[in-house]
Structure formats: C-alpha cells, structure tokens
C-alpha cells in the first residue's frame, strides 16, 4: 500500500477514469508545477473498481468545462486545513468554445481564424457535440 500524506490546502482530482489521468495531468501542465503533485494511477476504488488520482498542494484554477469533457464522473474536492470544504461533481458541458476544433474544410472556422469553435452537447450518452456552425459532429474526446 503506498501512503500519500493529507495535503493541508489544495485541490484533489478524484475518480478519474483509470487511464485518463495523464491527459489532466498534462493538460493542467502540472509536470512544470513548483507545487507538490501526487499523481495515482490505477488505484483501487469502491465506488470505480479502480481510478485515478490526482492532488495538488496548491489552489489552482482549473477549468471544469475541459475535465467535465474528459471525464464526466470525476469529482473535484476543494482542501482548507486538511479538510473538504467544498465537493464538486462534474458533467459533460453543455457547450464548449475554443476546445473541440472543427475539422469541416468547408465550416467558417476553417476559413475565418477569429471565429472560435464552438460546440454544443448533442448526445450525452455518445458523448458526441455539433459544431455550432456547420453540424460537424465530433467526440468529447477530441478536444485540443
């Protein structure tokens, strides 16, 4: 059993899908952090089977549009004197700007670069989002 000391104030990234930890991981750029990180993969969870786990001994902001879209049932727990002041369940966006490109040659992003691509959720259960100017459909998965 490894031991990872409770953090004092900070955030806990929890219930990550077993494998997508390091998409969070690098996409909040936490290698360059001068925070501690603990980074858990695979451990074992009542709730999952098995998670990841991510705890940062730092506030941060994050933005939970892109880890709602990476992974809808993770929870976000908010540390103040080693205790969990505030709990947040996430979901999937039900729109997002600048996260999902469209890849559609004949869209308006394509050819007009200020316009952001902008997607709105389309079916939750697919995970599948229509670009908000062409019908694209994309995946959550295939944000930036």
């Known amino acids: 059993m490894i031991n990872i000391e409770k953090i004092r104030n900070g955030v806990v990234i929890d219930h990550i899908k077993p494998g997508q930890g390091i998409r969070i991981f690098n996409w909040l750029g936490l290698d360059k952090s001068s925070c501690t990180v603990a980074f858990v993969v695979n451990a074992i969870s009542k709730r999952l089977d098995r998670k990841d786990l991510i705890k940062i001994a730092n506030t941060i902001d994050l933005d939970f549009d892109i880890l709602g879209l990476i992974d809808p049932n993770?929870?976000?727990?908010?540390?103040?004197?080693?205790?969990?002041?505030?709990?947040?369940?996430?979901?999937?966006?039900?729109?997002?700007?600048?996260?999902?490109?469209?890849k559609n040659p004949r869209c308006i992003t394509s050819t007009e670069k200020y316009i952001p691509h902008s997607f709105i959720l389309e079916n939750p259960e697919e995970r599948n989002y229509r670009c908000e100017y062409c019908d694209e459909i994309r995946s959550a998965g295939d944000f930036r």
């Open 74 to 102: 993770i929870t976000v727990n908010i540390i103040e004197n080693e205790k969990i002041t505030e709990k947040i369940n996430l979901k999937l966006p039900k729109k997002v700007k600048d996260v999902i490109i469209c």
